[in-house]
């Protein structure tokens, strides 16, 4: 069932994008609690520090103890007094440097940033502590890289987690919907069956009265045959013309009924030109009766069943044939657009009050009943085209004028 695997990639688009989102929220939440966390410990530590008494501590067996952070001691001239780093001993000041700035105006503060000596970012705190003669900065300092470590460290169980969550979720899905979609499934079958029984019936029903027909036809034409009689005669020319509108009516019929079982469509590439051509072949003696000029403008391609086109541009043209005038003119234009194609066909005939305009796509309606049964006419052709029409989203539009024409535009 085409909507239920459809109704299933959908929400299955929605959860992954729910857990895409969440996973990127969680980590982006994830990296800055890391990064507070780092913070508030830089700060401890330098308080920490800064409450010992230097003659007695060993600062770097101190910062030993954790490796990644690391403590400086700066005497009031910017030199370094102690560094828990014994590599990078050096002779620049440090007075410059914006935390220990911040120190010396009493308003410390967490700055983060590149560390010349070490050639990497760090959290860097620093305050200002008196000593019995002067004054040291006390700074301590974690390498931004071991805190971006803890989120590469608890990646792989994020993505566990949000696997199994995903796994879940497609599992609980997938259930939901079968459960959803049963009772759809169950119309959906009675419809094809209901459509099939119907096809089956229009089928078997339209095969039964041809055949008592195709003998009607062959009784009359051999009684025509054995008969002079002009009465006669031309009683059996009206049974001969009536059996074969009935053929016509039991024909429409069934293409109508096929129509509204709407067919699985297989579409081709077709041209239109060569369709009405096609037309034109069939209808040419009636055109010629009639003394019809019939007039092609431009082709195009059209993607549809090669039946459907024919069955509409048959019934179209045969319109515009059956409700023109003697001598008139059928132009039949084809225009390709960028995106769409459009059918025109315009005849010089009787034409359609307005106020029946809107109603002849309607099954057996006739403007003119007599007319249109003289002519051969069942009534059900417009409603064929505007079946096919719907069934692949085009639009069917009229323009008529009382004894001036009429032109049907279909947008394909
Ligand atoms: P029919 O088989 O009677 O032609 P249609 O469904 O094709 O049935 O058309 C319905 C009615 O619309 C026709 O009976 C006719 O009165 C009117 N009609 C259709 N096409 C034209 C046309 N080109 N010019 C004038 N009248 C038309």
Redesign the pocket.
């Known amino acids: 069932m085409k909507v239920k695997k459809r109704l299933f990639w959908f929400t299955t688009l929605i959860i992954f994008i729910g857990l895409c989102s969440l996973f990127v929220v969680s980590v982006y939440f994830n990296h800055t609690n890391n990064h507070n966390i780092a913070r508030n410990n830089v700060v401890e530590i330098t308080r920490l520090v800064a409450n010992m008494h230097f003659d007695d501590v060993d600062i770097e067996e101190f910062a030993a103890l954790d490796s990644n952070i690391r403590i400086t001691v700066i005497a009031s001239d910017g030199s370094i007094v102690a560094e828990s780093n014994p590599w990078i001993w050096g002779t620049t000041n440090h007075l410059t440097r914006p935390e220990i700035q911040a120190a010396a105006v009493g308003i410390p503060e967490v700055h983060i940033r590149f560390s010349e000596s070490l050639q990497t970012n760090f959290i860097y705190y620093a305050l200002r502590v008196d000593t019995s003669e002067s004054y040291v900065f006390v700074r301590a300092a974690i390498p931004v890289a071991s805190v971006n470590a803890y989120l590469v460290q608890s990646l792989p169980l994020f993505l566990a987690i949000m696997l199994m969550v995903a796994f879940l979720c497609f599992a609980v899905n997938r259930t939901l919907i079968d459960r959803i979609t049963r009772p759809f499934d169950s119309i959906i079958n009675e419809n094809r069956i209901n459509a099939k029984r119907r096809e089956e019936f229009f089928a078997n029903a339209s095969h039964e009265l041809k055949t008592p027909l195709t003998a009607i036809k062959g009784f009359t034409e051999l009684t025509a045959i054995n008969n002079k009689d002009e009465t006669i005669r031309k009683y059996i020319n009206s049974i001969t013309r009536e059996t074969e509108r009935m053929s016509t009516l039991i024909g429409d019929m069934l293409k109508l009924s096929e129509l509204e079982s709407v067919p699985e469509i297989m579409p081709t590439k077709i041209s239109l030109l060569g369709v009405v051509n096609e037309v034109y072949e069939t209808m040419s003696t009636a055109i010629i009766e009639k003394n019809i000029e019939f007039i092609v403008i431009g082709d195009g391609i059209i993607m549809a069943e090669q039946g459907h086109i024919y069955e509409l541009v048959k019934?179209l043209i045969?319109?515009?044939v059956?409700?023109n005038v003697q001598g008139g003119k059928i132009t039949v234009s084809i225009k390709a657009g960028r995106k769409n194609m459009r059918l025109v066909i315009a005849?010089t005939?009787?034409?359609?009050p307005d106020e029946e305009q809107s109603r002849?796509?309607e099954r057996f309606?006739?403007?003119?009943k007599s007319?249109?049964q003289q002519s051969g006419?069942?009534?059900?052709?417009?409603?064929i085209v505007k079946h096919i029409c719907a069934l692949y989203g085009w639009k069917l539009s009229v323009e008529?004028s009382i004894g001036i024409g009429?032109e049907?535009t279909v947008d394909m």
Do not use: H, K, P, Q
Not at 377 to 383: C, N, P, Q, S, V
């Open positions: 019934n045969e319109n515009a059956r409700y005849d005939g009787i034409g359609i002849i796509f309606y006739r403007v003119e007319r249109s006419g069942t009534g059900l052709g417009l409603a008529s009429t049907v």
